[in-house]
C-alpha cells in the first residue's frame, strides 16, 4: 500500500512541475511563482 501512495504521490508532483515548466515566464510572475520556486510548489501539491 505504501508503494502505491508513494508512486502517485511522485506522479502528482511530476504532472504539476511539467505544468508549471510548460508556463512562460510571464504566466509565472502572473501567478507569483519563480521558476527555482517549482520544486516547492510541486511539492505541497502532493501535501
Do not use: H, K
Not at 508532483?13 to 505544468?19: L, V
Request: aromatic share 8%; glycine share 2%; no cysteine.
Amino acid at each position: 500500500m505504501n508503494l502505491a501512495r508513494t508512486f502517485r504521490n511522485w506522479r502528482a508532483y511530476r504532472e504539476t512541475a511539467t505544468e508549471l515548466n510548460r508556463l512562460s515566464q510571464r504566466e509565472l510572475a502572473d501567478l507569483g511563482i519563480a521558476r527555482s520556486d517549482i520544486p516547492a510548489f510541486a511539492r505541497q501539491a502532493v501535501r
